[in-house]
């Protein structure tokens, strides 16, 4: 009697046990679920916002596009149609482009719905008024909505103001309606997912919160913030995740569970004693473990047949190269896109495809990324077998063996030659001067900023060259305007003779350029520039049948740390070319601060 006695003991002893370690599993486990729900909805929110912000702008973008476009066409809007229809197949989310010369809605595309808008006067409309007026004073875009939009529905609008010279031309403008914006992310979905969301903002009149979509409150256990940045605005995003009713019940299953399993030790440790019919059962189980090892062996084997037919069928280029960089594997789609078959690169580098524009440093950067256990993404213009070029958006990952050792690469991409080739001609629109092919205001702005900010950390030296030309409006007024747009183009490829390819040369405007220097070993080599230009320039220079008789005159700014931005820089190069202009043109001046300017140095 002595045997069973104890070995009830130890079968009560283990059920109190396992009950114990059963609840607290549970509580840990309840508070892990908590954690990871926190960070979920939190990774969720931080996500939809910035997803939301990064597509608005760039929607917004389509309205300076078409304002740096007007500007450059000084005022004219003849081909508002045809323009309008290129930017809404580049940058997607946009409802429609108008144009509101001084305030005043006159064009829009896609006209067809919202005629009503037409004549409609931004500038005066009490609701609309403050955000263009805004816009119309900081000459930047700013953003209007939601709103009722005239012609029905609620939208967003983004107003660029268009200035032609120093005048007020009047706006450019994309409207975004809401249903799109709210397609940009997947918070639509997250209500079958027990999420829920709520889309807001102060109002700017009332400092109120104004729900814009989703639920007007989150009463959530897990909940989390994003703020969205939008220009002249702020919206927030707020994300609740909803406990499922189960999870009440989990202590109560716990402890369920934790009786059921002291019950299984309890006769467990009931049958110990009886060891010949344990050994059968052992026997049974092994039997019935092989048994279901070998169905698994079936479905995995069946699970690697529908991996293979997924890779070879994959709409992706897909490579697989050793841990040398050999190729191993490439899938039918990287035949079709790169135009060489698997044979001629299997065994290969893929070296094969790699174009003149991957430069050695990008090819150490990646490999250095790979070996260091870590994925690389990036783009690269890769080259086809007929020698054409082609655009791929890449992600290649280290594959890892059962000892945590690298053994291959997996490269996966697609084909993006077509949306870049669309990004680069948005770019292009964006950055350059349409008659001359040199980079614009905006473009020479931006880099001078980067300069400034570099001079002060590196202490290099750069400077700023501002450049006129002399007796250009006797050419218009004698030979007409088509030959002065020809002269500005042959001073524009003598420009970039006599710079080299690491200078910045820009057109501002009319027959005002400007030359950015950088890395120049020292001042003499800034002079040494200026005169050859100069020497370049001087006339007369034959456009057509005609002697244009002009010379050029530059004032120099040198750009050292007591420049705060490039507006100080270019208003002293500009102070400088006005003292060469007095001193009798076709030379240069250079800003001195102490002195204010100096002559030009002598030989």
């Given at each position: 009697?002595?045997?069973?006695?104890?070995?009830?003991?130890?079968?009560?002893?283990?059920?109190?046990?396992?009950?114990?370690?059963?609840?607290?599993?549970?509580?840990?486990?309840?508070?892990?679920?908590?954690?990871?729900?926190?960070?979920?909805?939190?990774?969720?929110?931080?996500?939809?916002?910035?997803?939301?912000?990064?597509?608005?702008?760039?929607?917004?973008?389509?309205?300076?596009?078409?304002?740096?476009?007007?500007?450059?066409?000084?005022?004219?809007?003849?081909?508002?149609?045809?323009?309008?229809?290129?930017?809404?197949?580049?940058?997607?989310?946009?409802?429609?482009?108008?144009?509101?010369?001084?305030?005043?809605?006159?064009?829009?595309?896609?006209?067809?719905?919202?005629?009503?808008?037409?004549?409609?006067?931004?500038?005066?409309?009490?609701?609309?008024?403050?955000?263009?007026?805004?816009?119309?004073?900081?000459?930047?875009?700013?953003?209007?909505?939601?709103?009722?939009?005239?012609?029905?529905g609620v939208a967003i609008i983004g107003r660029q103001p268009v200035f032609v010279g120093n005048r007020f031309w009047g706006f450019a403008s994309a409207l975004i309606t809401m249903d799109q914006v709210l397609a940009m992310t997947e918070?639509?979905?997250?209500?079958?997912?027990?999420?829920?969301?709520?889309?807001?903002?102060?109002?700017?009149?009332?400092?109120?919160?104004?729900?814009?979509?989703?639920?007007?409150?989150?009463?959530?256990?897990?909940?989390?913030?994003?703020?969205?940045?939008?220009?002249?605005?702020?919206?927030?995003?707020?994300?609740?995740?909803?406990?499922?009713?189960?999870?009440?019940?989990?202590?109560?299953?716990?402890?369920?569970?934790?009786?059921?399993?002291?019950?299984?030790?309890?006769?467990?440790?009931?049958?110990?004693?009886?060891?010949?019919?344990?050994?059968?059962?052992?026997?049974?189980?092994?039997?019935?473990?092989?048994?279901?090892?070998?169905?698994?062996?079936?479905?995995?084997?069946?699970?690697?047949?529908?991996?293979?037919?997924?890779?070879?069928?994959?709409?992706?280029?897909?490579?697989?190269?050793?841990?040398?960089?050999?190729?191993?594997?490439?899938?039918?789609?990287?035949?079709?896109?790169?135009?060489f078959s698997a044979s001629e690169v299997v065994g290969q580098r893929p070296q094969v495809i790699k174009s003149e524009f991957t430069s050695p440093a990008e090819n150490r950067e990646l490999w250095n990324t790979l070996l260091a256990g870590?994925?690389?993404?990036?783009?690269?213009?890769?080259?086809?077998?007929?020698?054409?070029?082609?655009?791929?958006?890449?992600?290649?990952?280290?594959?890892?063996?059962?000892?945590?050792?690298?053994?291959?690469?997996?490269?996966?991409?697609?084909?993006?030659?077509?949306?870049?080739?669309?990004?680069?001609?948005?770019?292009?629109?964006?950055?350059?001067?349409?008659?001359?092919?040199?980079?614009?205001?905006?473009?020479?702005?931006?880099?001078?900023?980067?300069?400034?900010?570099?001079?002060?950390?590196?202490?290099?030296?750069?400077?700023?060259?501002?450049?006129?030309?002399?007796?250009?409006?006797?050419?218009?007024?004698?030979?007409?305007?088509?030959?002065?747009?020809?002269?500005?183009?042959?001073?524009?490829?003598?420009?970039?003779?006599?710079?080299?390819?690491?200078?910045?040369?820009?057109?501002?405007?009319?027959?005002?350029?400007?030359?950015?220097?950088?890395?120049?070993?020292?001042?003499?080599?800034?002079?040494?520039?200026?005169?050859?230009?100069?020497?370049r320039m001087r006339g007369p220079i034959t456009i057509g049948d005609h002697g244009c008789d002009i010379s050029i005159s530059i004032g120099i700014s040198l750009i050292d740390q007591s420049h705060q931005s490039a507006g100080q820089v270019?208003?002293?190069?500009?102070?400088?070319?006005?003292?060469?202009?007095?001193?009798?043109?076709?030379?240069?001046?250079?800003?001195?601060?102490?002195?204010?300017?100096?002559?030009?140095?002598?030989?």
């Amino acid at each position: 009697m002595a045997l069973p006695h104890r070995e009830r003991i130890l079968a009560i002893t283990a059920a109190l046990l396992c009950m114990a370690l059963g609840t607290l599993a549970v509580k840990l486990g309840s508070n892990y679920w908590l954690l990871e729900a926190e960070e979920r909805t939190q990774l969720i929110a931080f996500d939809q916002a910035k997803n939301l912000e990064r597509n608005i702008d760039r929607s917004l973008a389509g309205a300076k596009v078409l304002a740096t476009v007007i500007e450059l066409n000084g005022g004219r809007d003849d081909d508002f149609d045809a323009l309008a229809e290129s930017i809404l197949k580049g940058l997607q989310g946009i409802t429609n482009l108008q144009l509101a010369p001084d305030g005043i809605i006159a064009k829009i595309y896609p006209l067809p719905g919202n005629e009503k808008a037409i004549g409609h006067n931004v500038l005066v409309d009490d609701k609309r008024r403050a955000e263009a007026q805004l816009a119309v004073t900081s000459r930047r875009l700013t953003l209007a909505g939601p709103f009722t939009l005239v012609q029905g529905g609620v939208a967003i609008i983004g107003r660029q103001p268009v200035f032609v010279g120093n005048r007020f031309w009047g706006f450019a403008s994309a409207l975004i309606t809401m249903d799109q914006v709210l397609a940009m992310t997947e918070l639509n979905s997250l209500d079958g997912e027990r999420y829920h969301f709520k889309l807001w903002r102060y109002h700017p009149d009332s400092q109120a919160e104004q729900v814009i979509a989703g639920d007007a409150e989150i009463a959530d256990e897990v909940s989390a913030r994003a703020p969205i940045a939008l220009p002249n605005s702020t919206w927030y995003l707020d994300v609740g995740y909803h406990k499922p009713p189960l999870l009440r019940a989990v202590f109560g299953l716990g402890f369920t569970l934790s009786l059921l399993i002291s019950l299984i030790v309890g006769h467990w440790l009931y049958n110990l004693l009886s060891r010949p019919r344990q050994l059968q059962r052992r026997v049974e189980a092994k039997t019935t473990e092989l048994r279901a090892a070998n169905q698994q062996l079936q479905r995995e084997k069946q699970q690697l047949n529908l991996f293979r037919n997924a890779v070879e069928q994959s709409g992706n280029v897909i490579i697989i190269a050793d841990r040398d960089g050999l190729v191993e594997y490439v899938n039918p789609r990287f035949s079709s896109v790169s135009g060489f078959s698997a044979s001629e690169v299997v065994g290969q580098r893929p070296q094969v495809i790699k174009s003149e524009f991957t430069s050695p440093a990008e090819n150490r950067e990646l490999w250095n990324t790979l070996l260091a256990g870590q994925t690389w993404r990036g783009e690269r213009r890769n080259r086809r077998k007929n020698g054409s070029h082609y655009w791929s958006l890449l992600q290649i990952s280290p594959i890892r063996d059962e000892h945590g050792e690298i053994t291959h690469f997996l490269s996966v991409s697609d084909d993006i030659t077509d949306s870049k080739e669309n990004q680069l001609l948005i770019e292009k629109l964006a950055y350059h001067d349409s008659l001359t092919g040199l980079n614009n205001r905006r473009y020479f702005i931006d880099r001078l900023e980067q300069a400034v900010r570099f001079g002060e950390r590196h202490q290099r030296c750069a400077a700023v060259m501002f450049l006129d030309l002399d007796r250009f409006k006797a050419v218009n007024d004698r030979f007409g305007h088509q030959v002065g747009d020809e002269l500005l183009i042959e001073v524009a490829k003598r420009l970039l003779q006599v710079t080299r390819k690491s200078d910045l040369c820009a057109r501002l405007a009319g027959d005002e350029f400007t030359v950015l220097l950088t890395e120049v070993d020292c001042v003499q080599g800034v002079y040494a520039v200026a005169e050859k230009i100069i020497t370049r320039m001087r006339g007369p220079i034959t456009i057509g049948d005609h002697g244009c008789d002009i010379s050029i005159s530059i004032g120099i700014s040198l750009i050292d740390q007591s420049h705060q931005s490039a507006g100080q820089v270019l208003r002293q190069a500009d102070m400088a070319l006005y003292m060469a202009k007095n001193a009798g043109r076709d030379q240069y001046r250079v800003y001195q601060a102490e002195q204010s300017l100096h002559e030009t140095p002598a030989d």
